[in-house]
């Protein structure tokens, strides 16, 4: 209950200044020179579940939460539902993006079929 779980890729649609390597596939890291301001979006679709009351869905910089969304689970458990996040934020090179989702009861946090997560990562 209330324990983080990593969020990880296996593959990436773009990765123009190879941010992303399949070796670290729950992070992406600012590359040398690329410094600045950045866009950051991230989003996960869960299952229907009657199990707790809440999902959360964070943006980690170098291990630090900076953005939190935090959704109920709909009543019925047969809806899935989706949390999505939205954020700006000053990096530079060598800084780490992360996404993490929480819940609010012990058990598997039950993604949804793809695309069940995405995390964009987006210079000014």
Same mark, same amino acid.
């Given at each position: 209950?209330?324990?983080?779980?990593?969020?990880?890729?296996?593959?990436?649609?773009?990765?123009?200044?190879?941010?992303?390597?399949?070796?670290?596939?729950?992070?992406? =890291?600012?590359?040398?020179?690329?410094?600045?301001?950045?866009?950051?979006? $991230? #989003?996960?679709? /869960?299952?229907? *579940?009657? %199990?707790?009351?809440?999902?959360?869905?964070?943006?980690?910089?170098?291990? =630090?939460?900076?953005?939190?969304?935090?959704?109920?689970?709909?009543?019925? $458990? #047969?809806?899935? /539902?989706?949390? *999505?996040? %939205?954020?700006?934020?000053?990096?530079?090179?060598?800084?780490?993006?992360?996404?993490?989702?929480?819940?609010?009861?012990?058990?598997?946090?039950?993604? $949804?079929?793809?695309?069940?997560?995405?995390?964009?990562?987006?210079?000014?």
């Amino acid at each position: 209950s209330g324990v983080a779980l990593r969020m990880f890729w296996d593959t990436a649609d773009f990765n123009q200044q190879i941010m992303w390597v399949v070796t670290s596939s729950d992070t992406i =890291t600012i590359p040398a020179g690329g410094g600045g301001i950045y866009s950051i979006k $991230a #989003a996960v679709a /869960f299952n229907g *579940s009657v %199990s707790g009351t809440y999902r959360e869905l964070d943006v980690l910089i170098n291990g =630090t939460r900076q953005c939190t969304e935090l959704t109920s689970v709909p009543a019925s $458990a #047969a809806q899935s /539902f989706s949390v *999505s996040i %939205s954020c700006d934020q000053s990096l530079a090179a060598a800084d780490t993006v992360r996404m993490q989702t929480t819940a609010d009861y012990a058990g598997n946090i039950d993604a $949804a079929d793809n695309p069940s997560l995405w995390l964009c990562v987006r210079k000014y």
